[in-house]
C-alpha cells in the first residue's frame, strides 16, 4: 500500500532544515565523539598489547584497515542515537532531529542503518561544501530539522489557523 504523500508538510519540514553552519558544527561534534568512543574501546587494547596486528594497522599503516575500523565505530556511534533519540549528539547540542521526510515521523530501524551506512562512504563532505543535499539524507527519504525553527513554524501555523477560525464566526 502506498502513502498518499502531503507535499505542503514535505515542503514545512524542508523549511525547517538547519543552517549548514549549525549541521557542520554538529558534525563536528559527532566526529570527535566517534574518535573518543574509539580511543574507550581501543586504548586499553593497546595498553595489553601493543604489538596486535589490528591495532598497528589502526594507528600505524594500513589505510583500508583503519578506514573499516572507523566505519565500525560511526555505525556504532550513530545506529543507536539516531534511532533512539532521532539525534546524535552534535544534533542533541545544536537542536536538531532526523525524521521522515515525507510525515515527520521517527525513521524506523532500517532507515537508520542505511542512513548510517551511506554516511561512512566519505565523500559526502565534499557534496555538502558544494550545496548538494547529504546522500544520507536523500536516499533514505529523511531530513534533518531545525527543532527551534520546527517550534516557531509549528507555533505561527498554529496561530494561522486559530485567526481562520476565529474569522469563520
Known sequence: MEQEIDYDKVD?????APSKTKRFL???IDGIAVTIISGIFLGPLWLL???NPI???YFDSNWIVGQLMSSVFYLIYYIPFEYYKQSSLGKII???KVVNEYDGDQPKLN???QRSLIRILGIEAFIFLFGGSL????WTDTVV???EKYGAASELEQLGQKEAEVSDF
Open 12 to 16: 514545512f519540514l524542508k523549511s525547517c
Open 26 to 28: 554538529g558534525n563536528l
Open 49 to 51: 598489547d601493543a604489538e
Open 55 to 57: 591495532l598497528l594497522y
Open 94 to 96: 545544536f537542536k536538531m
Open 111 to 113: 532507515t537508520i542503518i
Open 135 to 138: 546522500w544520507h539524507d536523500r
Open 145 to 147: 530539522i531545525d527543532l
